[in-house]
């Protein structure tokens, strides 16, 4: 199938380079893996069942992930862990989870057909199979685990699982000496990891070692005295020696990483088990972020680790008292790895974006950050890490002009720009003389040497604009001018066929509105103080009552006259 030779050439397309590297050793703390495994899939109830189907998923995904599967659908090819996928640089101790879990699930099918054995005899028979089964699975494990890959830990602890899983299959047989001797010999190498680690590490070695006291007891008095496996025997089956080399590894490292951290020349004591583990994890994290695919998977990387962080800066602060120094000065150093690593992603975000507005919102965060970071008490007194942190926000500013007149020039504001490239440039050119980390050295000549050109087209397209402004002129089109009377544009010749019909746009009508000034007021107050004569005689009535009494005044004057006697 295609699928299969696919897989079975993964290996095959691994780079020669990357196999030249050193292989990172595998450490593979076998104890607790099946604990926390039995404890939380049914052997905390004695459910051997659901453990056995939880071990059957557990190597479905694991196959998966690891690309190891084993055919299709339709076709089974069986495909065993090997060495070679051990030397695989990018492989992981998942690796050697798969023959681990296939013992697992062996042995849970054992225990369970043991409990049911109870009532039904002949299932004995099928279950000492699958305790044969685990044996063989087990010791598979083991020969992986011999490889220079894994560390002494992870040999010592496959030693002892396979002697466990031999001890109980020979118990099982009632084989009391080999059963004996097995048990013995996993009793011995636990007892001894327990005494190599810290007492918060030495819980589930005891508890093993308490599960096997029992069984030791019972095949001592089937055997008739107590046997045992005396130090010279393990050293000639090779297991003190790995517990030698193990000893030597974990002091090494206890020594070197765990208790002890050079911080720009300060020397912060470690004390916490949980910042211990924590930094741990960060010796080769630059590493992984270097063979990281792009940037948005080193960003995730980075999110992942702050999630960690957060937590120890939680446990350190609650455990920090105000007298006590050195806690004040590790949460000072976790709260610096915070804003370290904080503008490590910043700096992917920026090669990320595409907005300039963007890119300047996130140099001004982090030079915020740089800011924070200087005014640590620590280091306040370090003049050399106070011009570094000098030297670092002078380059920052330099790439926030650089953007800022970017963002300017989208906008068309080109004395703006320009003003921007020219602080930039010059804040580059300072800049690029100090020593840097290589990612702000490459943007800084960006600027220095994008800068100059694109002065130039600014300078050109602000001349360009300035002309055009003042030479274009927009002409009218003829339908605007046949829209204006042609007493409005008397200065312009236009001829309009409108004029020659019985409607021509000559002159609006009727003609708009003009303001005019109005005529002013004038009171009359004198006219309150003038007597006006009498109008009475020259009326219509007394000019009729003067008439009609002259007349008959006359008549009869003359009547009077005559017959009046005197």
Same mark, same amino acid.
């Given at each position: 199938?295609?699928?299969?030779?696919?897989?079975?050439?993964?290996?095959?397309?691994?780079p020669?380079?990357?196999?030249?590297?050193p292989l990172?050793?595998?450490t593979?703390?076998?104890?607790?893996?099946?604990?926390?495994?039995?404890?939380?899939?049914?052997?905390r109830?004695?459910?051997?069942?659901?453990?056995?189907?939880?071990?059957?998923?557990?190597?479905?995904?694991?196959?998966?992930?690891?690309?190891?599967?084993?055919?299709?659908r339709?076709?089974?090819k069986?495909?065993?862990? &090997?060495?070679?996928?051990?030397?695989?640089?990018?492989?992981?101790?998942?690796?050697?989870?798969?023959?681990? /879990?296939?013992?697992?699930?062996?042995?849970?099918?054992?225990?369970?057909?043991?409990?049911?054995?109870?009532?039904?005899?002949?299932?004995k028979?099928?279950?000492?199979?699958?305790?044969?089964?685990?044996?063989?699975?087990?010791?598979?494990?083991e020969?992986?685990?011999?490889?220079?890959?894994?560390?002494?830990?992870?040999?010592?602890?496959?030693?002892a699982?396979?002697s466990?899983?031999?001890?109980?299959?020979?118990?099982?047989?009632?084989?009391?000496?080999?059963?004996?001797? @097995?048990?013995?010999?996993?009793?011995v190498?636990?007892?001894?990891?327990?005494?190599a680690?810290?007492?918060?590490?030495?819980q589930?070695?005891?508890?093993?070692?308490?599960?096997?006291?029992?069984?030791?007891?019972?095949?001592?008095?089937?055997?008739?005295?107590?046997?045992?496996?005396n130090?010279?025997?393990?050293?000639?089956?090779?297991?003190?020696?790995n517990?030698?080399?193990f000893?030597?590894?974990?002091?090494?490292?206890?020594?070197?990483?765990?208790?002890?951290?050079d911080?720009?020349?300060?020397?912060?004591?470690?004390r916490?088990?949980?910042?211990?583990?924590?930094? +741990?994890t960060?010796?080769?994290?630059?590493?992984?972020?270097?063979?990281?695919?792009?940037?948005?998977?080193?960003?995730?990387?980075?999110?992942?680790?702050?999630?960690?962080?957060?937590?120890?800066?939680?446990?350190?602060?609650?455990?920090?008292?105000?007298?006590?120094?050195?806690?004040?000065?590790?949460?000072?150093? *976790?709260?610096?790895?915070?804003?370290e690593?904080t503008?490590?992603?910043? /700096?992917?975000?920026?090669?990320?974006?595409?907005?300039?507005?963007?890119?300047?919102?996130?140099?001004?965060?982090?030079n +915020?950050?740089?800011n924070?970071l200087?005014?640590l008490?620590?280091?306040?007194?370090?003049?050399?890490?106070?011009?570094?942190?000098?030297?670092?926000?002078?380059?920052?500013?330099?790439?926030r002009?650089?953007?800022?007149?970017k963002?300017?020039?989208?906008?068309?504001?080109w004395?703006?720009?320009?003003?921007?490239?020219?602080?930039?440039?010059?804040?580059?050119?300072?800049?690029?003389?100090?020593? *840097?980390? &290589?990612?702000?050295?490459?943007?800084?000549n960006?600027?220095?040497?994008?800068?100059p050109s694109?002065?130039?087209?600014?300078?050109s397209?602000?001349?360009?604009?300035?002309?055009?402004?003042?030479?274009?002129?927009?002409?009218?089109?003829?339908?605007?001018l046949?829209?204006v009377?042609?007493i409005?544009?008397l200065?312009?010749?236009?001829?309009?066929?409108?004029?020659?019909?019985?409607?021509?746009?000559?002159?609006? /009508?009727?003609?708009?509105?003009?303001?005019v000034?109005?005529?002013? *007021?004038?009171?009359?107050?004198?006219?309150?103080?003038? @007597?006006?004569? &009498?109008?009475?005689?020259?009326?219509?009535?007394?000019? =009729?009552?003067?008439k009609?009494?002259?007349?008959?005044?006359?008549?009869? =004057?003359?009547?009077? =006259?005559?017959g009046?006697?005197?």
């Amino acid at each position: 199938m295609v699928l299969e030779e696919v897989n079975e050439n993964i290996l095959d397309e691994v780079p020669k380079e990357t196999k030249k590297e050193p292989l990172k050793p595998f450490t593979l703390e076998l104890i607790n893996v099946i604990k926390d495994a039995q404890q939380q899939h049914g052997l905390r109830h004695g459910d051997y069942q659901r453990y056995r189907g939880y071990c059957s998923r557990r190597i479905s995904r694991l196959r998966k992930a690891l690309k190891i599967p084993q055919g299709d659908r339709r076709h089974f090819k069986k495909r065993n862990v &090997t060495e070679e996928h051990l030397s695989n640089p990018i492989s992981d101790e998942r690796l050697l989870h798969i023959p681990l /879990m296939l013992a697992e699930r062996n042995w849970a099918y054992a225990m369970q057909l043991r409990q049911e054995s109870n009532t039904e005899q002949r299932k004995k028979f099928h279950m000492i199979r699958k305790l044969r089964k685990a044996c063989f699975y087990a010791l598979r494990l083991e020969e992986l685990c011999k490889f220079e890959r894994c560390d002494a830990r992870t040999k010592l602890e496959a030693q002892a699982y396979v002697s466990w899983i031999h001890g109980c299959l020979y118990f099982e047989l009632q084989m009391w000496s080999a059963a004996a001797e @097995n048990l013995k010999k996993a009793q011995v190498v636990y007892e001894k990891l327990a005494s190599a680690l810290s007492e918060e590490k030495q819980q589930p070695y005891k508890q093993r070692i308490e599960e096997l006291t029992p069984s030791l007891r019972y095949c001592a008095y089937n055997i008739g005295e107590e046997q045992g496996i005396n130090l010279p025997e393990l050293r000639t089956l090779g297991i003190l020696e790995n517990f030698d080399k193990f000893i030597l590894q974990s002091s090494e490292t206890t020594a070197a990483i765990l208790h002890e951290i050079d911080w720009y020349g300060i020397k912060v004591p470690i004390r916490i088990e949980k910042v211990q583990l924590f930094l +741990q994890t960060l010796v080769n994290f630059d590493e992984s972020l270097l063979k990281a695919e792009d940037d948005a998977k080193r960003i995730e990387i980075l999110e992942n680790m702050f999630i960690d962080l957060r937590d120890v800066i939680s446990a350190t602060r609650a455990e920090a008292r105000p007298d006590d120094k050195d806690m004040q000065l590790l949460l000072s150093y *976790l709260l610096s790895i915070r804003i370290e690593r904080t503008i490590q992603r910043n /700096m992917y975000l920026i090669k990320q974006s595409r907005k300039p507005q963007d890119i300047v919102r996130l140099l001004d965060i982090t030079n +915020q950050q740089l800011n924070e970071l200087a005014q640590l008490e620590p280091l306040q007194k370090k003049d050399d890490v106070q011009l570094d942190f000098s030297h670092r926000i002078l380059a920052l500013r330099a790439l926030r002009c650089y953007y800022l007149a970017k963002s300017h020039n989208v906008l068309h504001r080109w004395t703006e720009a320009l003003s921007c490239y020219d602080r930039s440039l010059n804040y580059a050119r300072e800049a690029a003389q100090y020593k *840097l980390s &290589t990612d702000l050295l490459e943007m800084l000549n960006v600027v220095i040497d994008e800068v100059p050109s694109e002065v130039v087209y600014l300078q050109s397209q602000s001349v360009l604009e300035q002309q055009e402004e003042e030479s274009v002129t927009v002409a009218p089109s003829k339908s605007q001018l046949n829209k204006v009377p042609l007493i409005d544009r008397l200065d312009e010749f236009h001829e309009n066929p409108q004029y020659l019909t019985k409607n021509p746009n000559i002159v609006t /009508m009727p003609p708009a509105m003009e303001a005019v000034p109005a005529k002013p *007021l004038f009171y009359d107050l004198a006219l309150n103080f003038v @007597n006006f004569p &009498t109008l009475a005689e020259t009326t219509d009535e007394a000019l =009729g009552k003067q008439k009609a009494s002259g007349i008959s005044g006359f008549v009869k =004057g003359i009547w009077s =006259g005559w017959g009046s006697k005197k």
